[in-house]
């Protein structure tokens, strides 16, 4: 997700526009050849270029977008890693990039100006891609994959408190104050959609005192040692899995859908209509559960997130090396 602040929306979209002519990107060169799409090649002699912004999750969907127009036959130009939210969306509106990768909430919210979430995913999208059709752009299915807050604690602390859901958090807020300890970063501190209004929305008391402000990356850390009893985070992200954080159930909805689907060229996608049965089958796939995998593989081990894709990829069937 790593959304930008809707009031940032003038000076960001100001900015891209001067600076979103985009750098020239490279070519991908991966040798794959068709698996459980792309079969009879139906994208030969198209040329495309794949967008994604600069972190993690976003360089993994990126590739894959690429490497599966690849296996349909396409030349692909790669265009990752473009910096913030509004240049990757600015890329495929301007017609400078084909096809990226974004998320419901982002559209809604961010791009669209909306305040209030629609808390039902399939709606959100419906909602999103509606409204957007007159920007020159088409939302393709979207996944399960849900990149939204949320709060975790580490296994310990799961066993000792025994919460599952916020609204858990907020009875031990009241049952037990010095329980509560936060981990998080400036910008969840204050943002609405962060903890002011989750507070509000679970009558939920956190004193200041008990709240302790960081670098996002460290929040993961903090919390798996127990130096906060909660702390913030984003659910796709490798660290909790490979941290063995439990993530607390949103009972009452509070945070938006953050789901990830492929937003296409509304005029790319009508000359070339087969990109829509090639990418839905991968967007099935991408889950929570996969993209903390494919995160983690980054994030922890290291790993290429090129690479990563590829593998990915690969082990599903959907193309061949």
Known sequence: MRRTAFAAL?????????????????????TVRPGTIGKGRPLAGADFTVASKEFTEQLVLGAVL???????????VDRTGIQGS???????????ADVSFEYTGTGWITYLGHTKPEPDPRKQWQKVHDEDLRN???????????NTYALALN????????VHT???VAKLAKKDPGAVTLCVDGEFAVREDGLPGMERAYGMHVPASKIRKMDSGIVYTQVAKG???????????????ALNLSVLRDDRHFFPNYNAAPQVSSATLKKYPAIRSILDPITRKLTNDVAQDLNGKVDVDGQDPHEVALDWLVKEGFVKR
Do not use: H
């Open 10 to 30: 003038a000076a960001g979209l100001a900015t891209v526009l001067t600076a979103c002519g985009l750098t020239s990107g490279s070519p991908m060169v991966d």
């Open 66 to 76: 690429g490497i599966a127009l690849e296996a349909a036959g396409a030349k692909v």
């Open 86 to 96: 509004f240049g990757a969306r600015a890329a495929v509106q301007r017609g400078e």
């Open 136 to 146: 020159g752009l088409t939302w393709l299915a979207p996944a399960d994959l849900n």
């Open 155 to 162: 296994p310990a602390n799961a066993r000792k408190y025994g």
């Open 166 to 168: 916020l609204s858990d």
């Open 227 to 241: 130096a906060c009893t909660f702390g913030e985070i984003f659910t796709t992200d490798g660290r909790v899995k």
